[in-house]
T-cell receptor, first 113, second 115 residues
Framework: DGGITQSPKYLFRKEGQNVTLSCEQN?????MYWYRQDPGQGLRLIYYSQIVNDFQKGDIAEGYSVSREKKESFPLTVTSAQKNPTAFYLCASSMGRDGETQYFGPGTRLLVL | GQQLNQSPQSMFIQEGEDVSMNCTSSSIFNTWLWYKQDPGEGPVLLIA?????ELTSNGRLTAQFGITRKDSFLNISASIPSDVGIYFCAGQLGAGGTSYGKLTFGQGTILTVHP
């Protein structure tokens, strides 16, 4: 089946630790996105990538880093510099052409111990 | 950045009732999208609108792209228990440049349906 997978479903982080969230898609989409969701708020864009080996900061990029070495993969690292990392993280992808709809993965919930 | 105001924040309705929610923006969008999110899951696309004035249906769901391109609404007719969830609107400029593909989301409407 084609789709977007995120792993793990739940992730626990200790203070001062970096953690990496996985996002993989087999939809042959060019563009991929990372969003953060907090209770009672809409989704906020962290980073996005329109093409392999290229990515741009979104609205809340501080404390996060990404890479796009392969078309199907867009991992997100939550660094120790992110002071409030507890949230629900959502990955999305789209064909990348102007106005193409974004489709979302199932999400990863990150909790800080 | 741009802000979308989505209302109402929450709704408690009886099964069989119709539901209406809307989003307004201070600036225009070229695309409006409506998503539904179940608890602990990613949002699922319900309806996409690409043209000002467009009215689109998907089963019991109907959505419209406002003429001014600054608003959109979603109606659900004859609600059923499985309609429960959070509904998000999202606007997309889609005009390239630094805003390429970027979605701006509303805060969401939490829908509860009582049997």
């Amino acid at each position: 089946d084609g789709g977007i997978t995120q792993s793990p479903k739940y992730l626990f982080r200790k203070e001062g630790q970096n953690v990496t969230l996985s996002c993989e898609q087999n939809l042959n989409h060019d563009a991929m996105y990372w969003y953060r969701q907090d209770p009672g708020q809409g989704l906020r864009l962290i980073y996005y990538s329109q093409i392999v080996n290229d990515f741009q900061k979104g609205d809340i990029a501080e404390g996060y880093s990404v890479s796009r070495e392969k078309k199907e993969s867009f991992p997100l690292t939550v660094t120790s510099a992110q002071k409030n990392p507890t949230a629900f993280y959502l990955c999305a992808s789209s064909m990348g052409r102007d106005g193409e709809t974004q489709y979302f993965g199932p999400g990863t919930r990150l909790l800080v111990l | 950045g741009q802000q979308l105001n989505q209302s109402p924040q929450s709704m408690f309705i009886q099964e069989g009732e119709d539901v209406s929610m809307n989003c307004t923006s201070s600036s225009i969008f070229n695309t409006w999208l409506w998503y539904k999110q179940d608890p602990g899951e990613g949002p699922v696309l319900l309806i996409a609108l690409y043209k000002a004035g467009e009215l689109t249906s998907n089963g019991r769901l109907t959505a419209q792209f406002g003429i001014t391109r600054k608003d959109s609404f979603l109606n659900i007719s004859a609600s059923i228990p499985s309609d429960v969830g959070i509904y998000f609107c999202a606007g997309q400029l889609g005009a390239g440049g630094t805003s390429y593909g970027k979605l701006t989301f509303g805060q969401g409407t939490i829908l509860t349906v009582h049997p």
